[in-house]
Structures are given as C-alpha cells and as structure tokens.
C-alpha cells in the first residue's frame, strides 16, 4: 500500500500543525530549595514541640532538671534528627509523624492545664506544685472572678440607669408636646 495523499479539506483550509508533546519541566532549584527548607523547620518545629511537652510533665512532677535539660538540649537534639532525616528515609519519615502528632500535643497540654487548674482549686494538689506548673493559685482567681462579677453588676446598674434617664427626658418631651399652647383659647 502507498503513502495516503493530503487531501486539503474543502475551502482551502488546512488544518494546523500537531502539537508537540508537551514536556513537564523540572521545578526550578530555589523551588525545591524551598520546599525542602519548609520540610525541615517541619520536623524540627515537630521535634523541638516533642522536648516541649517532655519539659511541662518533667515540671508536672517537679523534676526541674529533667525539665531544664529537656529545654536546653532538645533544640541541638532536634537539629540533629533532622540533618539525620535528610539522608536516612527511616529517621525522616519518623520526624514527619512527630511533626503530624505535635499539635495533638498542644491540645493535651491544654486540656492537662485545665485538669491541674482545677485540682488546685479543690485542694487535689498542692498550689505551689499548680503555680511552679503555670496554673494559678485559686485565691487569686476567686478574686479576680468576683471583680469581674462586681464590674459587670456596676455596668448593668449603669446601664439601667441610663435608659431610665432617657426614658424620663422622653417621657418630658412628650408631655411637653401634649400641654395645651399658651396662645390658644
């Protein structure tokens, strides 16, 4: 069978030229630079996060050293694991869960802020161990609670009386334009 002769279509219109295949390109250096420098400060964040949490339930249990020395290496120790993570698959994929979890780490310190705080309140635990901690001591809070109490009763009652003096400087005015005119029999 021979070649199939271009018939040009009615019109005298050709058709273009096929495209040429498109060709993906590679991401520019300073792209992935930067994506891999957000990679990092992700698991070192994650990591640095992981000390952090150590250090709280170290002072939860008054092990000030252990607290402090959880402060002052984990920084370093962080560095490390992620220059670690970068030629070892193991480690990084390890550092990447770390800094997926972390958060979920912050939301337990709350809710254990929350705990201590109000085992302080009721007497469960000593308030200096609540205050070395970061809670604070319940007489303080009672306190600021009723000032708070206090000033909301204040600005209610000024409210109220506010509206009330409206309500008679209203009240003066309509009656004002009720009374009969002096000019009228």
């Known amino acids: 069978?021979?070649?199939?002769?271009?018939?040009?279509?009615?019109?005298?219109?050709?058709?273009?030229?096929?495209?040429?295949?498109?060709?993906?390109?590679?991401p520019k250096p300073s792209v992935v630079q930067d994506i891999l420098k957000d990679v990092r400060k992700k698991r070192n964040d994650g990591v640095i996060e992981f000390f952090g949490m150590l250090s709280?339930?170290?002072?939860?249990?008054?092990?000030?050293?252990?607290?402090?020395?959880?402060?002052?290496?984990?920084?370093?120790l962080a560095d490390e694991a992620v220059k670690m993570g970068e030629s070892n698959e193991k480690v990084g994929a390890l550092l990447d869960k770390w800094a997926e979890i972390a958060p979920v780490g912050n939301l337990v310190a709350a809710v254990g802020m929350m705990g201590l705080q109000l085992a302080a309140n009721h007497g469960l635990i000593s308030v200096e161990r609540a205050v070395l901690f970061g809670a604070s001591d319940p007489?303080?809070?009672?306190?600021?609670?009723?000032?708070?109490?206090?000033?909301?009763?204040?600005?209610?009652r000024q409210q109220a009386a506010e509206r009330e003096r409206q309500a008679a400087q209203l009240?003066?005015?309509i009656q004002g334009m009720e009374s009969p005119r002096q000019d009228q029999p």
């Open 139 to 156: 007489q303080i809070l009672e306190s600021e609670m009723r000032i708070r109490v206090q000033m909301e009763i204040m600005e209610k």
């Open 1 to 26: 069978m021979g070649a199939v002769p271009i018939v040009e279509p009615k019109g005298g219109h050709t058709p273009p030229p096929a495209r040429k295949p498109r060709t993906t390109s590679a």
């Open 56 to 76: 709280a339930v170290s002072f939860g249990f008054g092990w000030l050293a252990d607290a402090a020395t959880y402060q002052m290496h984990g920084p370093t």
């Open 171 to 173: 009240a003066a005015e």
